[in-house]
């Protein structure tokens, strides 16, 4: 059974740098499956973050893209999450995900993490 | 971007009721579509994949259809456990979207 993890802090200051890692058990994140995040702010919808392959290649949304790394650590068999630079708009329950393949590059979310909310406030 | 639009954005419904949410995209992505359910406080969970794939333990009372820019999620006999949020996703290109969402209510 494939089960995700979210960890990190729920209280980020504007203008600092969110970290979240997501720890993965039952499935090794080296082998033919995007991992990925996900984000939902309070009462909307959901947007993409972005996602990185086994292989090491990663995928951002391009309106977030000066401000998202996501990597991974094979031995712990975990991935993060950082993103730069918050506003009070970052604010959301982020969801680590395992992405199935579709075309080449994208993917669809099987398995989700529980999400963990987010507040950017001082 | 790909735009999806989902309709409509609230459905109120009684049990027993057949229902379908529909999901346009702003340009063709063939069948390459998921349908998710969410519950208040939950993550989403995957419904359908490849526009009418059904995933493993849904159960067939759901189901999916469409291709190109249009798309359907049918749900043949709604249950007390399927009043939710149900969201649309494209997996065209590598910048995945989703559609803004369908809340499903006790009518």
């Known amino acids: 059974q494939v089960q995700l993890q979210e960890s990190g802090p729920g209280l980020v200051k504007p203008s600092e740098t969110l970290s979240l890692t997501c720890s993965v058990s039952?499935?090794?994140?080296?082998?033919?499956?995007?991992w990925g995040w996900i984000r939902q702010p309070p009462g909307k919808g959901l947007e993409w973050v972005g996602s990185?392959?086994?292989?090491?290649?990663?995928y951002y949304n391009p309106s977030l893209k000066s401000r998202v790394t996501i990597s991974l650590d094979t031995s712990k068999n975990q991935f993060s999450l950082n993103l730069s630079s918050l506003t009070a708009a970052d604010t959301a329950v982020y969801y680590c995900?395992?992405?199935?393949?579709?075309?080449?590059?994208?993917?669809?979310?099987?398995?989700w993490g529980q999400g963990t909310l987010v507040t950017v406030s001082s | 971007d790909i735009q999806m639009t989902q309709s409509p954005s609230t459905l109120s419904a009684s049990v027993g009721d057949r229902i379908t949410i529909t999901c346009r995209a702003s340009q063709s992505i063939t069948d390459w579509l998921a349908w998710y359910q969410q519950k208040p406080g939950k993550a989403p969970k995957l419904l359908i994949y490849?526009?009418?794939g059904l995933e493993g333990g849904v159960p067939s009372r759901f189901s999916g259809s469409g291709s190109g820019t249009e798309f359907t999620l049918t749900i043949s006999s709604l249950q007390p456990d399927d009043f939710a949020t149900y969201y649309c996703q494209q997996y065209s290109t590598y910048l995945l979207t989703f559609g803004g969402g369908t809340k499903v209510e006790i009518k």
């Open positions: 490849k526009a009418s």
């Open positions: 995900a395992r992405g199935r393949p579709g075309t080449v590059g994208t993917s669809y979310p099987d398995y």
């Open positions: 990185i392959y086994g292989s090491g290649s990663t």
């Open positions: 039952g499935y090794s994140i080296s082998t033919g499956y995007y």
